[in-house]
């Protein structure tokens, strides 16, 4: 069965404290890997597509990279306004989005 | 662009009413997929449209659930009876393919069921 699974479920980071978050996936013949950002009371908010192992992107304070069986989001001397949930899902190619269930980043000043 | 609308943005109903949730998809977004979110299950995927054809519905709990889509630019989630089970934030999103693949979310409408 196809599953993406994210760890840890809650990280709780003082501002400017580095880290990673991780998501591992079982998806046979992934065509991409996406990470979202989740807000309270919002729905997800793009933030990044990985296609090969190997792939970095960075957008302000944040980097994804994606090896053949994982994906991590680095996050670099985070703000707490990068608190919110972080989500990231698998496609086998097609519109068939299998999403992880989230880790919640809580940024404290 | 307005992005992908729902509406409503909270419903509150009695079980056993019928509930109708509605999406306007950004123009040009060929695929529209309704995802419902609750703390227990996360994101689950419902249903999705390609050309305003149903493509794969089995993620659709039962038959109390049905959506459409009479043309490119709206759809409804409609839930009838409704049962407090069905509690829940429930998403359309949208896709734009070629090149980088991308879904948007609209704002999601909180549904509770008392």
């Known amino acids: 069965e196809d599953q993406v699974t994210q760890s840890p479920e809650a990280l709780r980071l003082q501002e400017g404290e580095s880290s990673s978050l991780n998501c591992s996936y079982t998806v046979s013949g992934l065509r991409g890997l996406f990470w979202y950002r989740q807000d309270p009371g919002k729905g997800p908010e793009f933030l990044f597509t990985?296609?090969?192992a190997g792939e970095e992107k960075e957008k302000e304070r944040l980097k994804a990279t994606l090896t053949k069986k994982e994906s991590f989001l680095h996050i670099t001397a985070p703000k707490p306004e990068d608190s919110a949930t972080y989500l990231c899902a698998g496609t086998l190619g097609g519109q068939n989005f299998v999403f992880g269930p989230g880790t919640r980043l809580s940024v404290l000043p | 662009d307005a992005g992908v609308i729902q509406s409503p943005r909270h419903e509150v109903t009695e079980m056993g009413q019928e509930v109708t949730l509605r999406c306007k998809p950004i123009?040009?977004?060929?695929?529209l997929f309704w995802y419902r979110q609750t703390m227990m299950r996360g994101l689950e995927l419902l249903i999705y449209?390609?050309?305003?054809?149903?493509?794969?519905d089995s993620g659709m709990p039962e038959d109390r659930f049905s959506a459409k889509m009479p043309n490119a630019s709206f759809s409804t989630l409609k839930i009838q009876p409704s049962e407090p089970r069905d509690s829940a934030v429930y998403f359309c999103?949208?896709?734009?393919?070629?090149?980088?693949?991308?879904?948007?979310f609209g704002s999601g409408t909180q549904l509770s069921v008392l």
């Open positions: 990985l296609y090969s």
């Open positions: 449209f390609n050309n305003n054809v149903p493509i794969d």
């Open positions: 999103a949208t896709l734009r393919t070629g090149g980088n693949e991308k879904l948007f």
């Open positions: 123009s040009g977004h060929n695929s």
